[in-house]
């Protein structure tokens, strides 16, 4: 049976990298993968971008709205060099916390009924450390948890996600704030992440 993966951690623990690096791992061996992220992502329009330089344009977005096992098959149907969900080897999604829950319940049902490895890649927690949605309903839904790690300036394992607005910490504002120029993330450990909060 196929499962649905969720991989998860602090920003800069080199998620969508791993996503790409699976993506060339399938297509190495002549595997036909889908790559996904949801359009309110706007950081790269419809490429994924890793903070290493490698990037590589998606093979659909998922507005709030769709239907992500839909989408899946219309797009295994349209693009895939043999068509059809059958010969689809996985769907890859960057930035899975953006999903909503149904979109998550979704992706089970492709795993478990048609048979596609879901790999979803995400954050679990927004700058406030409250869970996101796509991301709490991975946690409850995903055959497979993974955490990818990274560090935080002081060496410690970094847990939680700092926004920085004009290079200041900030502990307020709207869930869904996409970096780029004015705001930035930082990955902290929770000591350095409390010191910060005061």
Same mark, same amino acid.
């Given at each position: 049976?196929?499962?649905?993966?969720?991989?998860?951690?602090? &920003?800069?623990?080199?998620?969508?990298?791993?996503?790409? +690096?699976?993506?060339?791992?399938?297509?190495?061996?002549?595997?036909? !993968?889908?790559?996904?992220?949801?359009?309110?992502?706007?950081?790269?329009?419809?490429?994924?971008?890793?903070?290493?330089? !490698?990037?590589?344009?998606?093979?659909?977005?998922?507005?709030?709205?769709?239907?992500?096992?839909?989408?899946?098959?219309?797009?295994?149907?349209?693009?895939?060099?043999?068509?059809?969900?059958?010969?689809?080897?996985?769907?890859?999604?960057?930035?899975? +916390?953006?999903?909503?829950?149904?979109?998550?319940? +979704?992706?089970?049902?492709?795993?478990?009924?048609?048979? !596609?490895?879901?790999?979803?890649?995400?954050?679990?927690?927004?700058?406030?450390?409250?869970?996101?949605?796509?991301?709490?309903?991975? &946690?409850?839904?995903?055959?497979?948890?993974?955490?990818?790690?990274?560090?935080?300036?002081?060496?410690?394992?970094?847990?939680?996600?700092?926004?920085?607005?004009?290079?200041?910490?900030?502990?307020?504002?709207? +869930?869904?704030?996409?970096?780029?120029?004015?705001?930035?993330?930082?990955?902290?450990?929770?000591?350095?992440?409390?010191?910060?909060?005061?």
């Amino acid at each position: 049976m196929a499962k649905l993966y969720f991989r998860y951690g602090a &920003m800069n623990s080199g998620k969508s990298t791993a996503l790409l +690096q699976v993506a060339h791992n399938y297509e190495e061996r002549s595997q036909q !993968v889908l790559i996904a992220k949801p359009a309110i992502d706007t950081k790269g329009d419809s490429t994924i971008v890793s903070r290493l330089g !490698v990037d590589r344009r998606v093979d659909f977005l998922v507005t709030p709205e769709a239907n992500l096992r839909e989408l899946a098959h219309e797009r295994a149907n349209d693009s895939l060099i043999i068509p059809g969900i059958k010969n689809l080897s996985c769907l890859l999604i960057d930035e899975a +916390q953006f999903l909503t829950r149904e979109q998550v319940d +979704q992706a089970f049902e492709l795993a478990v009924l048609d048979g !596609v490895p879901v790999l979803a890649y995400g954050i679990r927690t927004d700058f406030l450390t409250v869970g996101f949605p796509g991301s709490l309903r991975l &946690m409850e839904l995903a055959h497979s948890l993974e955490e990818l790690k990274t560090i935080c300036r002081c060496g410690r394992k970094a847990m939680f996600n700092g926004r920085k607005f004009d290079g200041e910490f900030i502990f307020h504002g709207d +869930q869904v704030a996409i970096d780029g120029v004015e705001v930035t993330y930082e990955s902290l450990c929770g000591v350095c992440y409390l010191n910060e909060r005061g």
